[in-house]
């Protein structure tokens, strides 16, 4: 079992930058891969980034490939998005999730556990 906590959202203007963080329980959590969406109010489940479990690879959607970051730290259990050049269109709720080899790591439906999330807004 992996517990997931997201913090760090919050309201910032364009432009600006912002960083999540997501602290997962259990001691395996350096054998999963970790990714983060995001769901805006009437629309689908969006993949950002992903990051396999040896933290080697990482993978970005067009959307936010050069303005966002995904990384982990496997001694503190923790997964960061760091978001620069936030734009209106960003604004969402963000989640993190942990799959153990996840096939398709884009593909939601690859990962076991998820965060209850934590609110962005951006400002025009």
């Known amino acids: 079992q992996v517990q997931l906590v997201e913090s760090g959202g919050g309201l910032v203007q364009a432009g600006g930058s912002l960083r999540l963080s997501c602290a997962a329980s259990g001691r395996t959590f350096s054998r999963y891969d970790m990714a983060w969406f995001r769901q805006a109010p009437g629309k689908e489940r969006e993949f950002l980034a992903g990051?396999?479990?040896?933290?080697?690879?990482?993978f970005y959607a067009d959307s936010v490939k050069g303005r966002f970051t995904i990384s982990r730290d496997n001694a503190k259990n923790t997964v960061v998005l760091q978001m620069n050049s936030l734009k209106p269109e960003d604004t969402a709720v963000y989640y993190c999730?942990?799959?153990?080899?996840?096939?398709?790591?884009?593909?939601?439906?690859?990962?076991?556990?998820w965060g209850q999330g934590t609110q962005v807004t951006v400002s025009s």
């Open positions: 990051i396999r479990w040896g933290g080697g690879s990482t």
């Open positions: 999730a942990a799959g153990s080899k996840v096939p398709v790591i884009s593909r939601d439906r690859g990962y076991d556990y």
